[in-house]
């Protein structure tokens, strides 16, 4: 083997697989929204670059209440998210009354551990929630359904969980890997006529 062949080989790695890898995960969103990315593209968004994305974001949505967020993603569809997080400041940020009962039940900062799987396929998608804590106590049942309709309803009011959802954007399906997600877009999708 010559040795600017062998030198080529060593650089590999530190190319891109995509021209979309060079991107910041905001941009490969917004082409995916625009619908312009080509049919049967893979988009991969990295553990960091979603963890990064999910802190930036969480900043400008909830405002305040909620801070040191991360992501874990693991193989099988699974992902693990924690935060430190003041229930009542994140209401009171959205303008909303929590009450006194309610305000002194929730008020101060908990770490919250949500451990959910996603499955999709077919242009469709699942959530469904396998654990949640709130300060190490797990959390079921009605209260979980209170909690889901107080706090992630009013952010997302177009969140599904426990059943099938429209993923959108011509998305044929999420693949979860451990530390990365891979959008693939569906192969018989035509590009806008803006392309």
Known sequence: MTRPFFLLLLALPLFPAS???RLSTQEKLDLIEAEKIPPGTKLDFTEKEMNTFVSEKAK???KQGIRDTNLII??????????LVDLAKMRQAQGADLGWLMSWILEGE???KVIGKLSS???SGRVDLERVE??????????LE????????PLYPQAKIGQSFELGYNMERIEL????ARVVINTTHRLNAAD
């Open 60 to 62: 400008v949505k909830v």
């Open 74 to 83: 693991e193989a099988g569809g699974r992902v693990t998210g924690t935060a």
């Open 121 to 123: 396929s077919n242009g």
């Open 177 to 180: 890997e451990p530390r990365l």
């Open 19 to 21: 021209k979309y890898d």
């Open 110 to 112: 908990r770490p919250i």
């Open 146 to 153: 209170m909690l889901i309709r107080t706090f992630v309803t």
């Open 134 to 143: 709130i300060g190490g106590v797990a959390i079921k049942g009605r209260a």
